[in-house]
Nanobody, 121 residues
Framework: QIQLVESGGGSVQSGGSLRLTCTSS????????LAWYRQEPGLQRELVAY???????DYADSVKGRFTISFDKAKNTLYLQMDSLKPEDTAVYFC???????????????WGQGTQVAVSS
């Protein structure tokens, strides 16, 4: 069973930064793609960013230019650097392991507890 553990969330003011981390008991580089999702109460989980390799990443329009996804193979850790945070970024953030079909990311059904991000205005 693959376990994903997210951390790094917190409360920040608008314009601030946070870096989320995701670790696993399994080798994350064994998956062809990794991603971050977020979910607000009562809403569906939303894909924020995914990466296939350092030169093949994609982002939701709402976070382009502000968030950066990266993977450190040596540390088996997935990161999401979040800058210029806005109140609408407030959500629980989850990391994901999956694959891609063309340019579409497809998550496997492995989910951690998530980490809460709260941005105040």
């Amino acid at each position: 069973q693959i376990q994903l553990v997210e951390s790094g969330g917190g409360s920040v003011q608008s314009g601030g930064s946070l870096r989320l981390t995701c670790t696993s008991s399994s080798a994350l580089n064994g998956f062809s793609a990794l991603a971050w999702y977020r979910q607000e109460p009562g809403l569906q989980r939303e894909l924020v960013a995914y990466c296939v390799d350092p030169h093949n990443t994609d982002y939701a329009d709402s976070v382009k230019g502000r968030f950066t996804i990266s993977f450190d193979k040596a540390k088996n850790t997935l990161y999401l650097q979040m800058d210029s945070l806005k109140p609408e970024d407030t959500a629980v953030y989850f990391c994901s392991a999956g694959c891609t079909s063309g340019s579409t990311y497809r998550p496997y059904d492995y989910w951690g507890q998530g980490t809460q991000v709260a941005v105040s205005s």
